[in-house]
């Protein structure tokens, strides 16, 4: 990437589900290569898409305006969460991080490490001090971002049919 290219972090819009559909579909395709099972079970679909657009969860990173990241972001709402084998480190308002999805366009390109610093900028403004995260044990790539960006790893839960790891920041 150039220092020309304008980067952009925006709710999505409903025009733009197809193309985030189409980097769903990479990112489970690629999943599925590195030999992970996260994703391989018809989750997440179009209609989790559509749904996070028309609730406003849905954000796209955007490099001249192309899409090249997505992401869910849901604010207070994560009923696995209310159950963790571990502990969180707080229990207050919090911002869960979901579907993160990059572009094969623009993969390799650091974006999904960006994705968090404006995620972070998002949920302070927001003020709300607390991220949490979960992924895949063999989600490789995820955990070492969660592992740079600061994320204390709390305990396991179980989402989508599968003990997942998590995670927390507090932004200060």
Request: overall charge negative; aromatic content about 12%.
């Amino acid at each position: 990437m150039t220092q020309d290219n304008t980067i952009e972090f925006r709710k999505a819009e409903i025009r733009d589900k197809d193309i985030i559909w189409e980097i769903i579909q990479q990112s489970i395709e690629r999943r599925r290569i590195d030999g992970s099972t996260q994703w391989q079970n018809g989750y997440p679909n179009q209609q989790t898409i559509e749904s996070d657009i028309s609730k406003k969860f849905g954000f796209v990173l955007t490099v001249n305006l192309e899409i090249a990241v997505y992401v869910a972001l849901i604010f207070n709402d994560e009923p696995a969460y209310s159950t963790i084998d571990g502990a969180w480190l707080t229990d207050g308002e919090f911002v869960v991080i979901h579907r993160v999805a990059v572009s094969e366009k623009f993969a390799g390109q650091g974006l999904a490490k960006k994705l968090f610093d404006y995620i972070e900028d998002y949920t302070k403004a927001e003020n709300v001090h607390s991220i949490k995260v979960d992924t895949n044990y063999d989600n490789a790539a995820m955990l070492k971002i969660l592992e740079n960006k600061g994320y204390t790893y709390c305990g396991e839960v179980f989402l989508s049919g599968g003990v997942r790891k998590a995670f927390e920041k507090i932004l200060i």
